[in-house]
C-alpha cells in the first residue's frame, strides 16, 4: 500500500458573540442577494430569533420570508417538504439557517436540491444512496445555531432519517459547507437542561470520534479525484477537537445544571470548534451506532423535545454506545484515547486499566447530566441487537475512518455490552 500523504481542511468563516445574530443583515447583503429563504422549526420559531434575523436583512434591502416547517431529527419526507416548497417559492438568491443541527442540516439539502433539482438519493452515501457529488457550486448559505451541539455551521454534512429503510445517513461534499456561520450564544439561553445535555454529547463524541480517528497517513494513497470529506485524524483537526474537549471539562455541567451565559457561550464554542475537528477527520463507531438507535425508536419520548411522536435525539443516541465503542477502539490509538480521558476529565484518577480511562470519564459524566443509561434506557433489550447491525454497518463511511475497523460480531458486542453502562 502507498500510504497517504495529503489531508485535507476546511471550516466556515465565523462570526461569534452575543448580538452577532442581529448583524446577519449587513452580512448577507455583501453577497449581493436580494431574496431569502429563513428555515427553521416550530418551537425556534416561536423564540423570535428567525423574526430578528428577518428584520436585520430588511435593514439592508433583502426581502426574506420564513419557512418554519422543519422537522426535528429530519427525515427524507421532511427534507422534501422544505425542498418542495423552497422550488415552488423561489427562486432565492440564498439561505439563512436558525436552529439546530436538523435546521441547518435541512437548510443544506435545500439548498443543493433548488440549485440542482433532482432526488436525494441521487446524493445519499452509498451503499444507500447514489452517492453522486454536486456538479457546481451552490447559493450562499448563512447558518444561525440556536443549539450547542451539531457544529453543523461548519461542516459540510446534512443527516436525515430514511424512513424506508429505518436508517439515518447523509450527504457529504465540501460544496455543502455553510458560507458563513453567525454564532450567538445568547440564543440558547433558555433551552432545557435536557436538549442542553443531549446535544453536549453531540460535541463530545464529535470531538472523542475525530481525535481517535485513524491516523490520515494510515490510509491508501487517494488520487484528487477520490479525496472524500472525512480523511482522518489530522493535526489541524486534532488541535479543534482538544480545544473543544477542554471546554466540554469546564463548562458541561454547568450549562446543563445552571445555563449561565458564560457556560452557554463555551459550550456555542465547544460546538463549533469540534465541528471544525469531525468535519474534516470523521467521526466512527458511536455516530454509525446512533444512525440505526434513533431511526429504529419505539417509544422513547424525551423530555424537552416535542412529544407528538417518539424519538432518540441525535445527541443521546451517538453517546449510548460510546463508552463500549472506546473500549473497543483503545487498542487502535492507546495514547489518543488517554489524551481524550485526561482532557475531559482532568482531575480523575487512574484507572488499573488504561482502557477504562476513557469509558469512566464518559460514565460519569453521563450520569451527572442524566443521559440514560444505555440503549436499554431508551427502550432497546438484547433482543433488537440483530435488527440494529445492519443499520451500523451501512455506515461504511465513518467504520472506515476508525483505528480498529469493526465486524458485524464486533457491533454486535458493542450493543449488547450497552444495554446498561453502569
Given at each position: 500500500?502507498?500510504r497517504e500523504?495529503?489531508?485535507?481542511?476546511g471550516a466556515?468563516?465565523?462570526?461569534?458573540?452575543?448580538?452577532a445574530?442581529?448583524?446577519?443583515?449587513?452580512?448577507?447583503?455583501q453577497?449581493?442577494v436580494?431574496?431569502?429563504?429563513?428555515?427553521?422549526?416550530?418551537?425556534v420559531?416561536?423564540t423570535g430569533?428567525p423574526?430578528?434575523v428577518v428584520?436585520s436583512l430588511?435593514r439592508?434591502?433583502?426581502?426574506?420570508r420564513?419557512y418554519?416547517?422543519?422537522?426535528?431529527e429530519?427525515?427524507?419526507?421532511?427534507?422534501?417538504?422544505?425542498?418542495a416548497?423552497?422550488a415552488q417559492e423561489?427562486?432565492?438568491?440564498a439561505?439563512v439557517?436558525v436552529?439546530?443541527?436538523?435546521?441547518i442540516d435541512?437548510a443544506?439539502?435545500?439548498n443543493l436540491?433548488?440549485t440542482?433539482p433532482?432526488e436525494?438519493?441521487?446524493?445519499?452515501?452509498?451503499p444507500?444512496?447514489?452517492?453522486?457529488?454536486?456538479?457546481?457550486?451552490?447559493?450562499?448559505?448563512?447558518a444561525?445555531?440556536?443549539?450547542a451541539?451539531?457544529?453543523?455551521?461548519?461542516t459540510?454534512?446534512?443527516i436525515?432519517?430514511?424512513?424506508?429503510l429505518?436508517?439515518?445517513?447523509g450527504?457529504?461534499h465540501w460544496r455543502?459547507?455553510p458560507t458563513?456561520?453567525?454564532?450567538?450564544?445568547?440564543v440558547t439561553l433558555?433551552?432545557?437542561?435536557?436538549?442542553?445535555a443531549?446535544a453536549?454529547?453531540?460535541?463530545?463524541c464529535?470531538a472523542a470520534?475525530?481525535?481517535?480517528?485513524?491516523?490520515y497517513?494510515?490510509?491508501?494513497?487517494?488520487t484528487?479525484?477520490?479525496r472524500?470529506t472525512?480523511?482522518?485524524?489530522?493535526?489541524?483537526?486534532?488541535?479543534?477537537?482538544?480545544?473543544a474537549?477542554g471546554l466540554?471539562a469546564?463548562?458541561?455541567?454547568?450549562a446543563?445544571?445552571a445555563?449561565?451565559?458564560?457556560?452557554?457561550a463555551?459550550m456555542?464554542l465547544?460546538?463549533?470548534?469540534?465541528?471544525m475537528?469531525?468535519g474534516?477527520?470523521?467521526?466512527h463507531?458511536?455516530?454509525?451506532?446512533?444512525?440505526?438507535?434513533?431511526?429504529m425508536?419505539?417509544?422513547?419520548?424525551p423530555?424537552?423535545?416535542?412529544?407528538?411522536e417518539p424519538?432518540?435525539?441525535?445527541?443521546?443516541?451517538?453517546?449510548l454506545?460510546?463508552?463500549?465503542?472506546?473500549r473497543?477502539t483503545?487498542e487502535?490509538?492507546?495514547e489518543r484515547?488517554?489524551?481524550?480521558?485526561?482532557?475531559l476529565a482532568?482531575d480523575?484518577s487512574?484507572?488499573?486499566?488504561p482502557?477504562?480511562?476513557?469509558p469512566a470519564?464518559?460514565i460519569?459524566l453521563?450520569?451527572?447530566?442524566g443521559i440514560?443509561?444505555?440503549?436499554g434506557?431508551?427502550?432497546?433489550t438484547e433482543?433488537?441487537?440483530?435488527?440494529?447491525?445492519?443499520?451500523?454497518?451501512?455506515q461504511q463511511?465513518?467504520?472506515?475512518?476508525c483505528?480498529?475497523v469493526p465486524?458485524e460480531?464486533?457491533v454486535?458486542?458493542?450493543?449488547?455490552?450497552s444495554?446498561?453502562?453502569w
Amino acid at each position: 500500500m502507498t500510504r497517504e500523504s495529503v489531508f485535507t481542511w476546511g471550516a466556515a468563516p465565523l462570526k461569534v458573540g452575543a448580538g452577532a445574530v442581529d448583524e446577519i443583515g449587513f452580512d448577507v447583503a455583501q453577497y449581493g442577494v436580494s431574496r431569502v429563504l429563513v428555515l427553521t422549526d416550530p418551537r425556534v420559531a416561536e423564540t423570535g430569533v428567525p423574526h430578528r434575523v428577518v428584520e436585520s436583512l430588511a435593514r439592508y434591502g433583502v426581502e426574506a420570508r420564513v419557512y418554519d416547517g422543519v422537522h426535528v431529527e429530519p427525515t427524507d419526507a421532511s427534507m422534501e417538504d422544505a425542498i418542495a416548497y423552497a422550488a415552488q417559492e423561489g427562486p432565492w438568491d440564498a439561505f439563512v439557517a436558525v436552529g439546530g443541527g436538523s435546521t441547518i442540516d435541512t437548510a443544506k439539502a435545500v439548498n443543493l436540491l433548488t440549485t440542482y433539482p433532482g432526488e436525494l438519493m441521487d446524493y445519499l452515501n452509498a451503499p444507500i444512496g447514489r452517492a453522486q457529488v454536486p456538479p457546481g457550486p451552490l447559493q450562499p448559505l448563512f447558518a444561525v445555531p440556536t443549539t450547542a451541539g451539531t457544529g453543523a455551521e461548519s461542516t459540510n454534512v446534512c443527516i436525515m432519517d430514511v424512513l424506508s429503510l429505518k436508517v439515518k445517513t447523509g450527504i457529504s461534499h465540501w460544496r455543502m459547507r455553510p458560507t458563513m456561520a453567525i454564532v450567538d450564544p445568547s440564543v440558547t439561553l433558555t433551552l432545557p437542561a435536557n436538549v442542553t445535555a443531549s446535544a453536549g454529547m453531540d460535541i463530545l463524541c464529535h470531538a472523542a470520534e475525530s481525535y481517535t480517528a485513524r491516523w490520515y497517513e494510515d490510509f491508501e494513497r487517494k488520487t484528487p479525484e477520490q479525496r472524500v470529506t472525512y480523511c482522518g485524524s489530522n493535526p489541524v483537526s486534532d488541535m479543534w477537537a482538544e480545544k473543544a474537549l477542554g471546554l466540554l471539562a469546564s463548562s458541561f455541567r454547568r450549562a446543563v445544571r445552571a445555563g449561565d451565559a458564560a457556560a452557554r457561550a463555551d459550550m456555542m464554542l465547544a460546538a463549533t470548534f469540534a465541528g471544525m475537528g469531525f468535519g474534516n477527520a470523521g467521526v466512527h463507531i458511536p455516530h454509525a451506532n446512533g444512525y440505526p438507535i434513533a431511526g429504529m425508536v419505539k417509544d422513547y419520548h424525551p423530555a424537552g423535545y416535542p412529544q407528538e411522536e417518539p424519538m432518540v435525539p441525535h445527541g443521546i443516541s451517538v453517546s449510548l454506545t460510546a463508552p463500549e465503542a472506546f473500549r473497543f477502539t483503545f487498542e487502535g490509538a492507546p495514547e489518543r484515547h488517554l489524551t481524550v480521558a485526561r482532557l475531559l476529565a482532568p482531575d480523575a484518577s487512574p484507572t488499573p486499566d488504561p482502557r477504562e480511562q476513557l469509558p469512566a470519564a464518559l460514565i460519569d459524566l453521563m450520569r451527572d447530566i442524566g443521559i440514560p443509561n444505555g440503549i436499554g434506557g431508551v427502550g432497546y433489550t438484547e433482543a433488537d441487537v440483530p435488527d440494529l447491525v445492519p443499520g451500523t454497518m451501512k455506515q461504511q463511511r465513518l467504520l472506515s475512518t476508525c483505528s480498529r475497523v469493526p465486524t458485524e460480531e464486533d457491533v454486535a458486542g458493542i450493543l449488547t455490552r450497552s444495554i446498561q453502562n453502569w
